[in-house]
């Protein structure tokens, strides 16, 4: 569809550099991918994992932009100037991380309701950096009306964007999303907001678009791996897969096996990352429930690879 940019949500342990080149090799349809946020635990350390999937070499012929998560102006900066040195010029904020051990410190879903802390690290952050900020939130941690309070804050600066997750924390991925107060947030902002939640098919994303005809940024996490097809179905505007959709989706699952095998130690966390994918990619499947049982049951990787025959149908 015209006028459709659809960026990729990072899922960290799922979207690292490695998913981010197959799926640019075989699939297309997403214009912007977002890499799994960067931490800082205490250090002004960048972790060499978090490195490796931001390193140019890594991420040729892709559009990136680097998250990060964190309630601290220093951490921010250093982070700002880290990305900036290996060439990028946006940095985006993770406000929507639901989980307890982010929450109960501050950080991710549990600060959308500080909007004075958020207001001192964006006035630090513009005023020491030139980097460009755009943000990905949750509406709340507790009630969707928390993020009221914020959205004022978020207008003293100038913000590329805010992708809103049009969920609370503390659902965490449970429950619908709350198209009303999405709604709301739309109503209460001049900032540029792009949506994100639960698209999974090109009729729901149809759906979404009929629903909120001001939006045209449209960031799809989970519905990607589920089914890589979808966002150059969203963008051709079909509900039908190519002929060779087997053939294509086994070249994408090859490369990431190939990939994984070569990087991670031993036959079982392989196994586990390779069962971590299909967890998803069984949604998009018919006989999907079967395949994950099969896989699951796979304890070594020649039963593994028969499975994969199956599924493939070699
Ligand atoms: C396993 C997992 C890891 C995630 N990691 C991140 C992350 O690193 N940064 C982030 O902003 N969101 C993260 N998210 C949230 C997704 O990017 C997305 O906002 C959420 O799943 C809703 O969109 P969807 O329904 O299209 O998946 C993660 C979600 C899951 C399920």
Same mark, same amino acid.
């Given at each position: 569809?015209?006028?459709?940019?659809?960026?990729?949500?990072?899922?960290?342990?799922? +979207?690292?550099?490695?998913?981010?080149?197959?799926?640019?090799?075989?699939?297309?349809?997403?214009?912007?991918?977002?890499?799994?946020?960067?931490?800082?635990?205490?250090?002004? *350390?960048?972790?060499?994992?978090?490195?490796?999937?931001?390193?140019?070499?890594?991420?040729?012929?892709?559009?990136?932009?680097?998250?990060?998560?964190?309630?601290?102006?220093?951490?921010?900066?250093?982070?700002?100037?880290? *990305?900036?040195?290996?060439?990028?010029?946006?940095?985006?904020?993770?406000?929507?991380?639901?989980?307890?051990?982010? +929450?109960?410190?501050?950080?991710?879903?549990?600060?959308?309701?500080?909007?004075?802390?958020?207001?001192?690290?964006?006035?630090?952050?513009?005023?020491?950096?030139?980097?460009?900020?755009?943000?990905?939130?949750?509406?709340?941690?507790?009630?969707?009306?928390?993020?009221?309070?914020?959205?004022? *804050?978020?207008?003293?600066?100038?913000?590329?964007?805010?992708?809103?997750?049009?969920?609370?924390?503390?659902?965490? &991925?449970?429950?619908?999303?709350?198209?009303?107060?999405?709604? =709301?947030?739309?109503?209460? +902002?001049?900032?540029?907001?792009?949506?994100?939640?639960?698209?999974? +098919?090109?009729?729901?994303?149809?759906?979404?678009?009929?629903?909120?005809?001001?939006?045209?940024?449209?960031?799809?996490?989970?519905?990607?791996?589920?089914?890589?097809?979808?966002?150059?179905?969203?963008?051709?505007?079909?509900?039908?897969?190519?002929?060779?959709?087997?053939?294509?989706?086994?070249?994408?699952?090859?490369?990431?096996?190939?990939?994984?095998?070569?990087?991670?130690?031993?036959?079982?966390?392989?196994?586990?990352?390779?069962?971590?994918?299909? =967890?998803?990619?069984?949604?998009?499947?018919?006989?999907?429930?079967?395949?994950?049982?099969?896989?699951?049951?796979?304890?070594?990787?020649?039963? &593994?690879?028969?499975?994969?025959?199956?599924?493939?149908?070699?």
């Amino acid at each position: 569809m015209k006028n459709t940019v659809l960026l990729s949500s990072p899922l960290q342990g799922f +979207t690292d550099f490695r998913f981010r080149n197959a799926f640019h090799q075989y699939f297309g349809g997403i214009d912007t991918f977002y890499s799994p946020y960067i931490r800082l635990n205490g250090k002004m *350390v960048v972790k060499p994992a978090y490195e490796r999937d931001l390193l140019p070499k890594n991420n040729v012929g892709l559009e990136v932009i680097p998250q990060i998560m964190t309630n601290d102006a220093d951490e921010f900066l250093f982070v700002a100037k880290y *990305v900036q040195d290996l060439g990028y010029n946006e940095l985006n904020w993770n406000l929507g991380c639901p989980y307890p051990m982010v +929450t109960n410190r501050g950080m991710g879903a549990g600060l959308i309701q500080d909007a004075e802390r958020i207001d001192d690290i964006l006035n630090r952050v513009h005023n020491e950096s030139d980097i460009i900020v755009s943000m990905k939130m949750r509406m709340g941690h507790e009630n969707s009306e928390e993020i009221w309070k914020t959205l004022p *804050v978020l207008e003293k600066y100038p913000i590329k964007n805010i992708a809103i997750h049009a969920r609370i924390g503390k659902q965490l &991925y449970k429950g619908g999303v709350d198209l009303d107060a999405f709604q =709301e947030c739309l109503n209460r +902002t001049n900032q540029k907001i792009y949506y994100n939640g639960d698209i999974t +098919t090109v009729k729901r994303y149809r759906e979404m678009v009929e629903r909120f005809p001001t939006i045209d940024h449209w960031m799809i996490g989970r519905g990607i791996i589920a089914d890589p097809f979808l966002a150059q179905m969203i963008k051709e505007d079909t509900e039908e897969y190519p002929e060779d959709r087997m053939e294509i989706f086994r070249k994408l699952h090859d490369t990431l096996f190939a990939e994984f095998e070569q990087h991670l130690s031993g036959e079982k966390h392989l196994l586990m990352k390779m069962l971590s994918y299909w =967890e998803y990619f069984s949604q998009s499947l018919e006989d999907g429930r079967k395949v994950l049982k099969k896989v699951k049951k796979a304890k070594s990787v020649s039963a &593994y690879d028969r499975v994969m025959d199956d599924v493939f149908d070699y």
